[in-house]
């Protein structure tokens, strides 16, 4: 009887521990009172990177799905349209989530610690994760969800009020939003404001490169390091190889993350494989953020990524030379904070989200004077 009295107590405190953690991870972000959701007609725009095909076809030359789109039908992403052998975007303007969030839970560990950034967010994706936590925006398509009208000039003008130093596009891939960041974008970098964007970094090299122009910092995701975790997302892994090389040759600044998902993307050998090829290929200060998983859309049958596998995927990265590696989604983990990594001093003590003290300055860590790599001012 004792021992029953034990699992009715220990059970809910359990479930209980779970879904905290859980709903951690997913914390929601403060919704803009100001930007008011409107239920308008789809507005449509020419999009960018397209060829003219035969018979009034067109192919997209956005990402490396490079999809051949017929007359009145749209690509895979389900936001760029065929209108009589013209390529229109369909989201243009249109974000179906507007909200300020921490600058950490992008993540970026390295850039503006402490500030908040404007995050928007539009429907669709060039990706079906089985795992993704915002499938409500990216799997969905225009006209399924109510929309802000947020032209770029407004988004400008709303960073300035609330005087955010960084406007974020993010939930949802920007890739499929490209022209709508392109030129929110160009006009952030005349009037001194920062633009981020979280990317599964499968666009080509031309729109890619003609982005980062006004880009000035990339958070992107590593989905796995093999063909066969990618086909979790419908995807392919050597896109992505290409497009980290290209940003890490631009001098963006660039943080990776990685989801840990058990027996998805959790082999031992093959996380070992991609430190060393992060090592090799972006050099040791290129961030890396492991993060653990909750079950989440068409995964909810596996279970929680056990944060001892993260701790071993942190070893591991250590020990192929990358300097700044991180462990998210674990409230209260000691190396969510940033440390020096000639003094191992911590530089940045952080709780989750929340940074608590910063000990740099000018770029330097205040203990031993070792350079910090990251964006500070």
């Known amino acids: 009887m004792k021992h029953w009295k034990t699992v009715l ?25 100001s930007a008011t959701p409107r239920s308008e007609e789809i507005k449509t725009m020419e999009a960018m990177y397209y060829d003219s095909l035969s018979d009034n076809k067109v192919q997209c030359q956005l990402c490396f799905r490079k999809c051949v789109i017929p007359e009145g039908k749209t690509g895979y ?26 600058v ?58 609330m005087d955010v130093p960084t406007i974020s596009f993010t939930y949802n891939d920007p890739v499929v939003m490209y022209e709508y960041l392109y030129d929110v974008a160009k006009l952030a970098k005349k009037e001194g404001l920062r633009i981020l964007w979280h990317s599964n970094g499968s666009l080509n090299p031309e729109p890619l490169r003609e982005l980062l122009r006004y880009t000035d910092a990339v958070t992107i995701d590593l989905k796995g390091f093999s063909d066969e975790a990618y086909r979790n997302s419908e995807a392919q892994l050597k896109p992505v190889l290409q497009s980290l090389k290209i940003i890490k040759e631009s001098g963006v600044w660039l943080e990776i993350v990685y989801l840990v998902i058990p ?13 060393r090829w992060l090592s090799a290929n972006l050099g040791s200060d290129v961030p890396l953020h492991f993060s653990r998983f909750f079950p989440n859309y068409q995964l ?67 203990s031993c004077g070792e350079h910090i790599p990251g964006v500070w001012e």
């Not at 995050?119 to 994760?129: E, S, W």
């Not at 969905?140 to 802000?148: K, S």
């Not at 027996?263 to 430190?275: F, G, H, L, Q, S």
């Open 9 to 33: 107590i220990i059970l809910p405190l359990a479930v209980i521990s779970f879904l905290y953690l859980s709903a951690l991870s997913r914390q929601p972000a403060r919704q803009i009172s």
């Open 77 to 102: 992403c389900r936001v760029r349209e065929n209108k009589e052998g013209k390529l229109y975007t369909l989201i243009y303007g249109q974000p179906s989530a507007v909200h300020l969030d921490p």
């Open 104 to 161: 950490e839970k992008e993540p970026q560990h390295h850039f503006l610690p402490g500030t908040d950034m404007l995050c928007l967010g539009t429907v669709g994706c060039n990706y079906k994760c089985r795992h993704c936590q915002n499938w409500h925006l990216s799997q969905a398509r225009p006209g399924d969800l109510r929309v802000y009208d947020l032209p770029p000039e407004e988004v400008i003008s709303m960073s300035k009020r």
């Open 263 to 275: 027996t998805v993307n959790d082999d031992i050998t093959e996380i070992r494989e991609m430190c």
């Open 300 to 366: 909810t049958h596996l279970s929680p990524t056990p944060v001892s596998k993260l701790e071993t995927a942190f070893k591991i990265a250590k020990e192929e030379g990358i300097n700044h590696v991180s462990i998210g989604n674990v409230p209260g983990h000691t190396n969510n904070s940033t440390f020096c990594v000639n003094c191992e001093e911590v530089v940045i003590q952080r709780r989750h989200f929340e940074v608590q003290e910063i000990k740099i300055t000018a770029g330097r860590c205040d």
